[in-house]
C-alpha cells in the first residue's frame, strides 16, 4: 500500500557541494529527511522502473534513512533499488555501482568527513547516473522543491533485513542487497599493477593505513591485507562504527596526528595513509614526510602512466580553484590540457565525461580519476603504492625529485571553523568590495598584479558558476584565497588558501608556515580576519 502523507516545507534545506547537511537531530524532525527524499523524487524525470542505488558511510542514522528511502522509492516508482550490505557504500563505490550497473541515479547518506553520532552530523546527496553529484541545475530544483512541498509518498512495507545478501520484494519492488567490497576491489584490480604492489609487501615494504572507524575500512582490509598480501594490522581501525569511534574522521594533520607522529619516528613504516567518514578523501605521509594534497595531485599526474590502467597517457588533469597550481607544470610539460574548477567534485563531471580529463584534484585531500565521478581515497593510496613498488624509491625521494624537476608550491589552507555567518559574509564581502583597486598596489614586498571573483565558465556545457572565491595573486607566482565552505554544518567555515611558488633552483627545503609568513601577514591585512572572526588563530591548518 502507498500512503499520500501531508507535510510542510522546512526551509533550510539547501543542498550544498555535496548534498545537503545538517545534525542528527535536525534530520530526525518529523518529515524532515522525507521532505528532502521526496524533493529529489520530484525534481527528476524519467525514473519510473528504473534502478536506483542507496547507501551510506555506516554513521548514526544511516540504517533509518535507509530503510525511508527504499520505501520512498517503491512508492515513487523505481522498479529495483540496490544497497550495499549493512547499508555500507563508499561515495566512490556507490559511483561505481551506478555505472556499472547503469542505474538511473544514487542517495548517498553520509556527511564525508565530519562527525557522526547522536548529536553529530549527517547528510544526504544525489549522484546522477554518470555516478557523480547532481549538478547545480538539479541542486536547485531540489531546493525549490523543499520550499513548496506539501506532501510525500511511502510504501506501507515491512523493515528489508539489509545485512543480508539477497533479493527481497518490497512493494512490488526488488530490492538487492549486495556486498558492498566486491565490484570496487575488481575495478582497483583492473586499473592497478597488483602483483608489482604484492611483490613489494613479500619483501618488506610496511604500510600503516588508517581507516578511521569508517566506510574505508572494509575495502582496504580486503585490498591491502587479503589480495596484496599486506601482513595483517596493515589496514588498521577497520570496523566502520556510527559514531567513528568517537573521532573526528577527517584525514588531516589534527585529527590523523597520530599517524604523522608515527611516520615522523624513527621506527616508521615505508608509508602511511588514511581516508575519511565516507572514503572520498586520503592523508598520504611517507617516512619522514607529508605530502599535501596539492602535491599528492601533481606527483600521481607525472607517474600515473606506470600504473597498467593509465598507461597510455593522460587525456588531461583538472584541479579546484583552491588547489595549489604544482599540477599545472605537470601538464605543461605533457602537453595536456589544465583545467581549473569551482571547488566541488561535481564540476569534473562534465571534463571527465568529455574525454578532456583523466586526473583530477582538490586541496581538500580529494583525488580521482576517470574510473568513477568521485573523489576515491583508497584509489589515490593504491596509485601511490603503484608508483612506490615501480619506482623502488621511498615517498620522500619521489617528492623531492618532483620538486627538483617542477619547482616547488609552499602551500597551505588555514581553517577558521563555525564563524557566525553574518560576520563570515561581511568579511567576503568586504573584500570583493575592493577588488578593483588592489592591482598595482603593494603589501609590503608583495606587489598585487591581479584580484578577482573567481567565475567559471564551464567549457563542455557552457554554465557559468559565480563567486567561487576570492583570488588575489602577487607577482612570482603567490596568491592567496578567501573562501566560505558549504561542508560544515553549523555557522560558516572560513578558508584561507596560501601559497608561493619557489622555482626549482630556488629554496626548496624551507618550512611551510616560516616560507609563508609573509602571505600569512598579507591575508590578515587584506581581509581583517581578526576583526571580522573574533579568532587570534586558525582552527585547523593543513
Known amino acids: 500500500m502507498i500512503r499520500t502523507v501531508e507535510t510542510k516545507p522546512y526551509d533550510d534545506q539547501k543542498p550544498g557541494t555535496s548534498g545537503l547537511r545538517k ?25 519510473e522502473g528504473k534502478e536506483l542505488v542507496i547507501g551510506g558511510d555506516g554513521r548514526y542514522f ?36 551506478i555505472r556499472k550497473y547503469k542505474a538511473f541515479g544514487g542517495i548517498i547518506l553520509s556527511a564525508s568527513h565530519n562527525p557522526g553520532g547522536p548529536h553529530e552530523d549527517f547528510g544526504i546527496k544525489y549522484n546522477i547516473g554518470n555516478g557523480g553529484p547532481a549538478p547545480e541545475k538539479i541542486t536547485d530544483a531540489i531546493f525549490a522543491r523543499t520550499k513548496a512541498i506539501s ?18 520484494d518490497a512493494g512490488g519492488m526488488k530490492v538487492k542487497i549486495i556486498d558492498p567490497v566486491t565490484d570496487y576491489a575488481e575495478l582497483m584490480e583492473s586499473l592497478f599493477d597488483f602483483d608489482a604492489i604484492r611483490a613489494n609487501f613479500k619483501y618488506g615494504f610496511r604500510m600503516a593505513f588508517d581507516a578511521m572507524h569508517a566506510v574505508t575500512g572494509p575495502y582496504a582490509r580486503e585490498i591491502l591485507e587479503l589480495r596484496l598480501g599486506a601482513p595483517k594490522g596493515t589496514a588498521r581501525n577497520f570496523k566502520p562504527l556510527p559514531d567513528f569511534g568517537g573521532h573526528h574522521p577527517d584525514p ?62 593522460l587525456k588531461g588533469i583538472a584541479r579546484s580553484m583552491p588547489t595549489s597550481g604544482a599540477a599545472d607544470r605537470v601538464a605543461e610539460k605533457m602537453g595536456v590540457g ?21 586526473i583530477c584534484g582538490e586541496e581538500s585531500a580529494g583525488t580521482g580519476s576517470d574510473h568513477v565521478r568521485e573523489k576515491d581515497g583508497l584509489w589515490a593510496v593504491l596509485l601511490w603504492l603503484n608508483i612506490l613498488a615501480l619506482r623502488g624509491e621511498s615517498a ?76 588575489v595573486m602577487f607577482e612570482g607566482g603567490s596568491r592567496v584565497v578567501f573562501r566560505l565552505s558549504g561542508t560544515g554544518t553549523s555557522g560558516a567555515t572560513l578558508r584561507v588558501y596560501i601559497e608561493r611558488y619557489e622555482p626549482k633552483d630556488g629554496r626548496l627545503d624551507l618550512e611551510t608556515q616560516a616560507a609563508l609568513a609573509d602571505l600569512i601577514a598579507a591575508a590578515e591585512t587584506l581581509a581583517g580576519i581578526k576583526k571580522h572572526t573574533g579568532r587570534d588563530k586558525p582552527t585547523v591548518i593543513t
Not at 535536525?26 to 518529515?31: E, L
Not at 506532501?151 to 527481497?168: M, T, V
Open 151 to 168: 506532501s510525500y509518498k511511502i510504501a506501507d512495507i515491512p523493515q528489508i533485513d539489509i545485512d543480508r545478501i539477497g533479493e527481497f
Open 23 to 47: 545534525k542528527v537531530p535536525v534530520f530526525q524532525q518529523p518529515n524532515y529527511a522525507e521532505n528532502f527524499i521526496q524533493s529529489v523524487f520530484d525534481s527528476l524525470e524519467g525514473f
Open 62 to 97: 544511516n540504517r533509518e534513512v535507509i530503510q525511508i528511502a527504499i520505501a520512498m522509492a517503491a512508492a515513487n516508482g523505481f522498479g529495483s533499488v540496490i544497497v550495499g550490505r549493512g547499508g555500507i557504500l563508499s561515495t566512490p563505490a556507490a559511483s561505481h555501482i
Open 396 to 471: 620522500k625521494q619521489i617528492v623531492e625529485k618532483h620538486w627538483a624537476e617542477y619547482g616547488r608550491n609552499y602551500y597551505s589552507r588555514h581553517d577558521y571553523e563555525e564563524v557566525e555567518t553574518e560576520r563570515a559574509n561581511a568579511l567576503i564581502d568586504g573584500l570583493r568590495g575592493k577588488l578593483a583597486s588592489l592591482p598595482g598596489t603593494s603589501i609590503g614586498d608583495l606587489k598585487i598584479v591581479a584580484a578577482d571573483d573567481f567565475q567559471y565558465d564551464d567549457p563542455v556545457d557552457g554554465s557559468v558558476s559565480k563567486h567561487q572565491g576570492i583570488r
Open 338 to 358: 589544465m583545467y581549473e574548477t569551482p571547488t566541488g567534485w561535481k564540476f569534473f563531471g562534465n571534463l571527465l565525461d568529455a574525454g578532456m580529463a583523466t
Open 252 to 313: 588531516n594533520l589534527v585529527h590523523a596526528k597520530h599517524l604523522y607522529d608515527e611516520m615522523m619516528g624513527p621506527d616508521a613504516p615505508d608509508f602511511g595513509a588514511a581516508s575519511d567518514g565516507d572514503g572520498d578523501r586520503n592523508l598520504i605521509i611517507g617516512k619522514g614526510i607529508f605530502v599535501t594534497p596539492s602535491d599528492s595531485l601533481a606527483i600521481l599526474a607525472a607517474n600515473a602512466h606506470l600504473a597498467p590502467g593509465y598507461k597510455d597517457g
